[in-house]
């Protein structure tokens, strides 16, 4: 934290947003004196490896004057810089703007780590613009900070969605679009080389020159640009719909109003969820090699299927065969149905202007537009465009490939989420290798299904025939305090968990009650929820719904 406060304010103010705790050991370092800043230093070094062989937390305090003293000599620098990359908390206090931006500079120089800035007034502004990701928040310094930042919040509380939900968001969508462009772009060029070989090495293109030109800027541009924008991978948000108190004119029920909140099942997977981002798994090696390899595929594939059928002179109803144009309208079309099928096959949320896109702004304005070059004697195509399509041959040719490469597509994608790293495989990882901690094996499997743990038990109380069965549904955040004072409470002690579909025990859980008198075995079903079947008193339980 880096702010213009005293020492003593900036102290208080770590404590109230808890940024320092009671049970830290705080280092404060206030002198201006370089004999006295090298005393002092060597204190906080002997200060700092006790603390690391009692394994106690660490904070630092810095006023500016003697930050600048820290930062003007090599050895107190590698020192300071040592010291406060393993602190928990460090604070500088009475820092200029100036000096703001030197700290950010250090860390980035020295640590080489992508460093983020957080503002509200004037004096962020420089460290904003050093770091590289600078975030300004509307605040009552005016708006100097969000002007200079790169993304702007509303408030504070708002940074870890910024970070977990957005900032992943963007990783995902750049890096599976810089992917896609080398794609596409590989599935129209490679073409006109194998043709090379074809034409003598004589410098015909196969494709029209407005058709390249096209390619990128309208035929391909805004499905890409939709998805770029709109794609998530995750909805980290559930619809509620709430009762309103206005009534439809004149008479009718309420006007439903539909919200929406986060889901709190999934929200505390956020940081295993962001780790896609921290093990680099979309933009890598490997995938990028993958892509290539699907680009040569395609336009193997593409090519040699078209000059395959057409290299025998296929006549139409008049009399007249097919030219090279014909050939390239066909081959061309080809492509750019396969590239738009695969990104709408790799776009894992579907909206309507995605749809949209897709369709009218990349389909069907391709197809206007070919029919328009058939009526002008400017484009090479002219005259050839009608010929070509009254050929059954061209039809069979373009979703026989479209269609080939879809499959192959889809079969590629079903195995790597068998196989590979996809999010259920990564869930399914967790929950195979925390079995053995029951706590942590009912949480993972409470949140690949996206539900609340559902117990149904049978109350031993004098209101038993009245409520036979009660439905308790556990808070995510609160599962762990709640499932121990429930275990605590049972008298068996056995938990099966049961395969609904085979019938068959998938694993056994043993505790240790304090009451022994009954030794029962129960069982846990889970289908779409995960059930746990007993037969003892539910009491002291938190935040319950009987149904």
């Known amino acids: 934290m880096l702010t213009g406060d005293k020492l003593e304010t900036a102290e208080n103010v770590g404590k109230s947003c808890q940024l320092i705790n009671a049970d830290m050991s ?5 002198h201006t004196d370089l004999p006295e800043c090298k005393k002092y230093m060597d204190e906080c070094v002997d200060i700092y490896k006790l603390c690391v062989a009692n394994n106690r937390k660490k904070a630092l305090l810095i006023e500016g004057d003697a930050l600048n003293i820290l930062t003007s000599h090599h050895d107190l620098k590698e020192k300071f810089i040592h010291i406060a990359k393993n602190c928990e908390a460090v604070i500088c206090c009475r820092v200029t703007p100036k000096q703001k931006a030197d700290v950010v500079r250090l ?4 640590l080489n780590k992508v460093t983020l800035a957080i503002g509200d007034g004037a004096n962020d502004v420089n460290m904003l613009q050093e770091a590289d990701i600078g975030i300004g928040i509307y605040g009552q310094e005016g708006l100097r ?15 870890w969605k910024l970070l977990l939900v957005h900032g992943r968001w963007c990783y995902i969508r ?74 439809v004119f004149p008479k009718g029920t309420p006007n439903p109003i539909e919200k929406f909140k986060d889901r709190p099942l999934i929200r505390k997977f956020y940081h295993r969820l962001y780790s896609i981002g921290q093990g680099n798994r979309v933009f890598n090696l490997r995938n990028f090699l993958l892509w290539i390899f699907s680009a040569f595929f395609h336009s193997l594939l593409l090519f040699f299927a078209t000059f395959i059928a057409f290299q025998n002179n296929v006549i139409n109803s008049d009399g007249l065969n097919n030219d090279l144009w014909s050939f390239s309208i066909i081959t061309f079309t080809i492509i750019v149905m396969v590239v738009t099928v695969r990104l709408g096959l790799f776009t894992k949320n579907w909206t309507i202007l995605f749809v949209i896109s897709m369709t009218f702004f990349s389909l069907f304005l ?9 009526t002008f004697s400017e484009f090479l195509v ?8 009254t050929i059954l041959v061209s039809y069979a040719v373009i979703f026989l490939v479209t ?14 989420q068998e196989i590979g790293s996809s999010l259920m495989s990564y869930f399914r990882i967790l929950i195979k290798t925390n079995q053995e901690n029951e706590m942590d094996y009912f949480e993972d499997l409470m949140s690949q299904n996206e539900i609340g743990i559902r117990m149904n038990g049978n109350l031993n109380s004098p209101k038993k025939n009245k409520i036979p069965r009660a439905s308790i549904f556990f808070e995510a955040l609160e599962i762990r305090k709640m499932k121990d004072e429930f275990i605590k409470k049972q008298p068996f002690h056995f938990i099966n968990i049961v395969n609904v579909k085979s019938g068959e025990v998938a694993s056994s859980h043993q505790y240790e009650m304090e009451n022994n008198e009954a030794n029962e075995e129960e069982n846990v079903v889970f289908s779409e929820d995960v059930c746990i079947k007993s037969n003892s008193t539910l009491k002291g339980l938190e935040k319950v719904i009987i149904n």
Not at 26 to 30: H, K, L, N, P, T
Not at 382 to 389: A, R, Y
Not at 405 to 412: P, V, Y
Request: charged share 15%; net charge negative.
């Open 174 to 247: 750049i890096a599976e679009m810089i992917l896609y462009f080398f794609y596409k772009n590989m599935v129209m060029t490679l073409p006109q080389f194998y043709f090379s070989f074809f034409c003598g090495f004589s410098g015909q293109t196969v494709f029209d020159d407005w058709y390249i030109t096209l390619y990128n800027m309208i035929f391909t541009c805004f499905p890409l640009l939709v998805r770029g924008i709109l794609d998530q991978d995750v909805d980290y948000r559930v619809a509620i719909i709430l009762p309103s108190k206005k009534r």
């Open 403 to 416: 269609g080939l490469a879809f499959f192959l597509d889809l079969f590629a994608i079903i195995l790597s």
């Open 26 to 30: 705080v280092m404060r370092f206030s």
């Open 107 to 110: 860390i980035k120089g020295h």
């Open 382 to 389: 002219f005259q050839s465009v009608i010929m070509t399509f």
């Open 145 to 159: 900070a969000v002007q200079a930042s790169d993304f702007a919040i509303g408030e504070f509380q708002c940074l």
């Open 366 to 374: 391709y197809i206007g537009y070919i029919f328009v070059s058939e």
